[in-house]
């Protein structure tokens, strides 16, 4: 992922989440203030009516009173009134349900069910009700079926019966309670029995568990109903206990939709999308503006320093601002100019030390056959005052000796001549097993020497071919010295592993002695041109080593430590061109 990228997921990124962010607060915000302000309305709607109710039912305990105390009850329990008289009775007193009972509860009449003349009074009244003076609900019979109603209880003077009447609690009772628009006004009647204000069928069991909590705990609760798959159709609800003797003859229960709250939420999270839309854009925007500001300058700058990497030192960037970004341009500048200087500082010191060195190595080459030769003419020359005879055995022995010191120069001419001029390699693909078994071979008579200590080679290659790109005489020139090289740090016999192995792209190949080892200054020193630790040796051997190595795009590397060997390691790329 380039850092332009980078940047623009960045800016893109923060800006969607501190909109998200935002979003989700005043979500939040939002619910929390409408659940609070739901809260204190369906708190007032209860409580309202709660007051209703009971001034319903101390309006419903007055006109039971009031016909308590008439005339015609009095005619009832004396015997002498018709046993109808209680419709009359429930119609002055606008009264649903109106039963004039005896002490033992047996009916004298009934209003809205004259039939039961004579029948026990079979309404929902527990023995403690019927001398209460508080109204409260109960079920009352009816020819088909049940009614609930608001009932009150009061006695006959003298206590020669009772007087039990109500009105039935419908939805238009509920309705009349009080109503708030986007509320709703419930009541639940034990066992599973909800009347609704608007007139609605609804399933009692899915207020099953908030009437339970209500039941268990004995005070008011809250709950979220889901009526219908529908989120919109969803309600709040604050549900009451009407207690009676500790026991819940019913609860009250004040709802609110949550159809207005859900669509502010819909509406403030579609804002939040649009904002966090146009945010993203503007991110992008203002990512782009940011990257082209930062990352063309920076990419300018990658792209000196590769130039810089490939030789051309004398690269420039433009330097177009003087903020951190400017600063970086110009000292990237002054970098290279003080590169170029060191550079050519570096290059006459390098020349100057390298002729010094090739003077050097030349003069120490050349003394020692020029020491012989000097001693030989001046042999010759005073050989001259000899016999004939003598004169000829001396010459015969000097112009041998000359021969000799002169093909010895010839030799060590000709190395320096070699290395001087090395020949750019001449690719081709080459099997590098090949090239190591021929190598090997050409050794073998030194590495199994007769009477004296022996190598033994050890070899492990791939299977088959190891094909790369290369120069056969060059390839095999490198790996002969190397196996000199190892063969001359093992005086005393030894061990020699050659070990090949192809990775990915790549082919290493190492060559190992089991001689006493290097010091780390000698591993650091040792492809230095015309650097030995040999006695004999004129330091080129792995300076040529390395040098085709290079040619082929490839990497030498040595490691070593005192009495442990050397292990030369060489990579190879196995296509054309590839660095190391």
């Not at 332009?4 to 005043?26: D, E, H």
């Not at 009916?107 to 019927?130: C, E, M, T, V």
């Not at 309705?175 to 986007?182: A, E, I, M, N, Y």
């Not at 040796?537 to 430590?561: E, M, P, R, W, Y």
Request: glycine share 10%.
């Amino acid at each position: 992922m380039t850092f332009r990228t980078k940047l623009l997921l960045i800016f893109s990124l923060t800006i969607a989440g501190a909109v998200a962010l935002v979003t989700g607060g005043v979500l939040l915000s939002a619910r929390r203030s409408f659940e609070r302000v739901d809260g204190q309305r369906r708190q007032a709607l209860l409580d309202q009516l709660r007051a209703e109710l009971d001034a319903r039912g101390v309006e419903i305990g007055r006109a039971v009173q009031r016909a308590a105390a008439s005339a015609a009850v009095q005619q009832l329990v004396a015997g002498t009134a018709d046993y109808d008289r209680a419709q009359s009775l429930a119609g002055e007193e606008a009264l649903d349900f109106l039963d004039v009972v005896k002490p033992d509860l047996t009916i004298l009449s009934s209003a809205h069910f004259p039939a039961r003349f004579g029948y026990k009074n079979d309404w929902q009244i527990a023995l403690d009700d019927w001398a209460s003076n508080d109204a409260f609900l109960s079920h009352v019979p009816l020819q088909e079926g049940t009614a609930v109603a608001l009932i009150a209880v009061r006695p006959i003077a003298g206590k020669s019966g009772y007087v039990a009447g109500g009105k039935e609690v419908t939805p238009q009772f509920l309705k009349s309670l009080g109503q708030t628009p986007g509320m709703r006004a419930l009541l639940w009647i034990p066992p599973a029995e909800v009347i609704d204000a608007r007139g609605e069928k609804l399933e009692s069991g899915r207020l099953a568990g908030l009437m339970q909590t209500v039941l268990g705990t004995g005070r008011e609760a809250t709950g979220v109903i889901q009526w219908t798959p529908d989120r919109s159709k969803a309600e709040a609800l604050l549900a009451f206990p009407l207690l009676r003797r500790g026991q819940a003859s019913g609860i009250l229960v004040a709802g609110t939709s949550l159809a207005e709250q859900l669509a502010l939420e819909r509406e403030i999270l579609w804002i939040g999308i649009a904002v966090g839309g146009a945010g993203i854009l503007l991110g992008v925007l203002i990512g782009w503006w940011a990257t082209e500001r930062v990352t063309r300058p920076v990419e300018q700058l990658v792209g000196g320093a590769r130039a810089v990497a490939a030789g051309n030192w004398s690269t420039r960037v433009e330097v177009s601002s003087k903020d951190e970004i400017g600063e970086l341009a110009a000292a990237f500048n002054q970098m290279t100019t003080q590169l170029v200087e060191q550079r050519e500082r570096a290059i006459q010191a390098e020349r100057v030390a390298a002729w010094r060195e090739l003077a050097r190595r030349l003069a120490h080459e050349l003394k020692n056959p020029l020491f012989p030769l000097q001693i030989t003419i001046e042999n010759v020359r005073r050989a001259r005052q000899l016999a004939p005879e003598e004169f000829e055995e001396v010459f015969e022995e000097s112009t041998a000796t000359l021969l000799a010191e002169l093909a010895n120069l010839k030799a060590i001419i000709g190395r320096f001549s070699d290395f001087a001029k090395m020949p750019a390699p001449r690719l081709e693909a080459v099997d590098l097993n090949e090239i190591v078994r021929g190598v090997l071979k050409l050794y073998d008579a030194q590495l199994r020497s007769n009477g004296g200590p022996q190598i033994h080679p050890i070899v492990d290659l791939p299977e088959g071919k190891l094909v790369l790109p290369g120069d056969a005489e060059q390839l095999r020139r490198a790996l002969s010295n190397l196996v000199l090289n190892a063969i001359d740090a093992m005086p005393n016999g030894g061990t020699l592993r050659i070990t090949g192995s192809r990775r990915e792209e790549r082919v290493q190949l190492s060559v190992a002695d089991s001689g006493q080892g290097l010091t780390a200054e000698e591993c650091v020193r040792l492809f230095t041109p015309y650097y030995t630790t040999k006695q004999h040796g004129t330091g080129l051997g792995l300076a040529i080593v390395q040098s085709v190595i290079s040619d082929h795009h490839g990497k030498i590397t040595l490691s070593s430590a005192p009495g442990q060997g050397a292990t030369f390691l060489i990579d190879l790329p196995l296509r054309q061109g590839e660095p190391a």
